[in-house]
């Protein structure tokens, strides 16, 4: 079965610095997406960006990217210059075969 | 705006009870996908619609069933309400049945008394 694993609970960042998400995932399965979401306050899940395993290239959303490392099953998000409205809960997520897998999540606070 | 819609975002009940939650797709999308979140948890996958079809089943408990009806709208049945049933209770769908992006609803937000 899929795991997904997030191994910061919480983290914190100054207003416009730079902060890196973890995330590891386990699977056997070839053909596969990754996705970062978010959930602020409101908790709404909001797509952050997504990356699909058979393509090399890290995927990268305006000031959001991805480090992607297929034989590791590593898939961490940066973020850049950091604003106060990124504050909100991430969660990593594998989605196989009909099947999406989160993370537990990490509550990131962002520090004017 | 996902393009996702649930209804109804708040619901107050109490143990015992039978509620319906109810979810449209987005235009164009086949699958339709339900989780579960209590607080301070992660999301749990519950059921995977597709096209009218079941796909695939996670953490369910058979106190919960759902379908999906030929306008691709989908109702979650909750019954014999317990009180760790509280939770927000996400409807997500998609284009197809494969690995690909969710597009989540709003949720809705459920308190068993």
């Known amino acids: 079965a899929q795991t997904v694993t997030q191994s910061q609970p919480e983290m914190s960042v100054q207003e416009a610095e730079t902060v890196t998400l973890s995330c590891t995932y386990d699977t056997s399965e070839s053909n596969y997406y990754l996705f970062w979401y978010k959930q602020p306050p409101s908790r709404q899940m909001i797509l952050v960006i997504r990356?699909?395993?058979?393509?090399?290239q890290n995927a990268t959303e305006n000031r959001f990217s991805v480090n992607f490392q297929k034989a590791a099953k590593s898939f961490s998000l940066k973020i850049s210059d950091s604003q106060l409205g990124d504050t909100a809960m991430y969660f990593c997520?594998?989605?196989?075969?009909?099947?999406?897998?989160f993370g537990a999540g990490t509550r990131l606070t962002v520090k004017p | 705006d996902s393009g996702v819609t649930q209804t109804p975002k708040h619901l107050i009940t109490a143990t015992g009870q039978r509620v319906t939650l109810r979810c449209s797709p987005r235009s164009g999308d086949l699958s339709v996908y339900w989780y579960q979140q209590s607080l301070d948890q992660g999301l749990q996958f519950l059921i995977h619609y597709y096209n009218g079809e079941e796909r695939a089943k996670g953490n369910i408990l058979e106190r919960f069933s759902a379908q999906q009806f030929p306008d691709l709208h989908s109702e979650l049945n909750l019954s014999s309400l317990e009180l760790g049933d509280s939770a927000l209770y996400f409807c997500?769908?998609?284009?197809?049945?494969?690995?690909?992006?969710?597009?989540f609803g709003p949720g809705t937000r459920l308190l068993v008394l």
């Open positions: 990356q699909e395993a058979y393509k090399q």
């Open positions: 997520a594998f989605n196989g075969n009909n099947d999406m897998r």
């Open positions: 997500a769908s998609s284009v197809d049945r494969g690995p690909e992006t969710q597009y």
